[in-house]
């Protein structure tokens, strides 16, 4: 039964309700009346209420399709050579610990040496085989927050599929969902405005009802990857801490977040902030508690004049905290060129307005405009979500490899931060 057919019948049975009830009222009300109605009908909260109600049924509609048979998301499995590659080493040697049986043997695949692992089992493998550093002992993890101004940056995006890439090197990782429209829930495979309470999102702790953020943590369904879901009643976060500024005089508003990530931090190798699309509240505490900075930056006009208002206000924002001795320091700045579509006249003009500005703080890779995110996204996912791209392989990997390369330079400057920062 698709989805179609099932919203169809679900908004004619409301066209059904609505119909009769202005023919009732049609016929309860005097016909001078009538000839004085507008022709198009006032929408006022009861009309919103019914809007939103049916919103949320499309969205669940179609959550539920793109998730079957069971409206949870399911991680990829990866070949033996996609785990070579991710491990860093030969075929030869994964047989060899094969036939050890120190490392899970996977699931034989037909009558050939193929073999299929989950990602469980892949993580398994990749924190016993690469080389990749890891964290040393009395260090905690360090906090990356993905932030911009603008909506349709690929800020959540760019979010998820760096927590899911360091997971694939190894890490543990904490995704924390601060925007009130809570994208990063959904691509978990939430429906937050059905699914996710007031009481398990950060909102305890800015309320002061909670000392610490542990009561909020839950599992995903990728392995190594936990969540702080987001909800829309994050929203209400802008009024509550104007309020206790308002109530205490000298209240540090830009550092509720912090301490209690901070606690996370011993427990996980990265924290992955994901904030809303202005200078909010929330994105101020992010902001202060975040050790590096990634800044998803499309090669557009608006993006380019949006980027430049955030930095303005975000410094003055700085400097008045200075002012009151606290003065904040990032490992790390980045900007992603991100959404690069180079079949648009203006991108490359754009993209030069961002070099020269941003100079070395610009990434040396950037994400090229693709299907493969479209068709992703559609399926509540991103590119690591798949496990066979049913369309061209080239058209895969090149959005593949540029989000490795990302997430490779962003590991680096974490693993850095912890062998030469305090």
Sequence with gaps: ???????????????????????????????????????????????????????????????????????????????????????????????????????PPGVAQGAGRGRVFTLAETRQWVQAESKIKKRPEGKRGRIVVVSNFKGGSTKTTTAMSLAQGLTLRGRKVLIVDLDPQASLSSLCGLLPSAEVDSDATVMPLIFGDQKDLRYAIQPTYWDGLDLIPGAPTLFSAEFVIPHKVAEKPGFEFWDILAPALQDLAVDYDTIVLDTPPSLSYLTINALMAADGMLMPLPPKSLDFASAAQYWSLFSDLASSFEKRNFVKEFDFVNILLSAVNAQEASASVVREWIVSTYTAKVLPVEIPFSSVIGTTATGFGTVYDVSKWEGGAKTYSRIRDAYDQVVEIIDNKIVKAWYEGA
């Design 1 to 103: 039964m698709s989805v179609e057919w099932k919203l169809s019948r679900r908004l004619s049975a409301r066209g059904a309700i609505l119909k009769q009830r202005r023919l009732a009222m049609a016929l309860t009300t005097p016909e001078s009346d009538l000839k004085l109605k507008p022709i198009e009908a006032k929408v006022g909260p009861a009309q919103l209420i019914e809007l939103a109600g049916i919103a949320d049924d499309m969205l669940a509609l179609v959550r539920d399709s793109m998730l079957k048979p069971h409206p949870r998301k399911n991680p990829p499995e990866y070949t033996t050579t996609q785990l070579a590659t991710l491990c860093g080493i030969d075929r030869a040697r994964i047989n060899y610990l094969i036939g050890k049986g120190d490392l």
